[in-house]
């Protein structure tokens, strides 16, 4: 049986994609990957890597999406409007075009490459939402309520 090496960086596993969005596709709706996502459609709605670790968007040259982005490792040489938040790495080719905040822990920007928005560093990596997010409120408001 051949398993997936989990330890595997994104960047060896850059030149195969587990999930292919070509460029004649069109997508509605949010899009939850696990593994390596290339995207050379038009997506319009939300994409997001559910391994915080090894997952990699790549954005094709044709690639356009339209909604936020919440992935460890991006490569961008397309088009994105809405927020992206790498939460490890993000790489703008010459032709990225970003209308939207970039967040990123790392970067790398070739020459020509745009972002109209704000580039924010963090360096510490965001909670998952859902029930982390849920459970995290439900004890700040025990702290915040007033004591009988």
Do not use: C
């Not at 670790?53 to 094709?60: A, D, F, P, V, Y």
């Not at 998952?128 to 997010?133: I, N, S, T, V």
């Amino acid at each position: 049986m051949l398993g997936r090496n989990k330890k595997q960086s994104p960047r060896a596993k850059a030149g195969a994609a587990d999930t292919l969005i070509s460029q004649e596709a069109k997508i509605s709706g949010d899009i939850n990957f696990t593994g390596v996502l290339y995207v050379d459609g038009h997506v319009k709605g939300n994409i997001n890597a559910e391994e915080l670790e090894n997952s990699l968007l790549t954005i094709g040259q044709n690639g356009y999406i339209e909604g936020e982005i919440n992935v460890p490792h991006i490569m961008i040489f397309g088009r994105v409007k809405g927020d992206v938040h790498a939460i490890e790495h993000v790489e703008l080719m010459a032709d990225a075009r970003i209308e939207g905040n970039v967040y990123y822990k790392l970067i790398e920007m070739a020459m020509g490459a745009e972002v109209n928005g704000q580039m924010v560093h963090r360096d510490e990596k965001p909670k998952l939402l859902g029930h982390h997010a849920a459970s995290s409120k439900q004890e700040k408001s025990k702290e915040d309520s007033p004591k009988a």
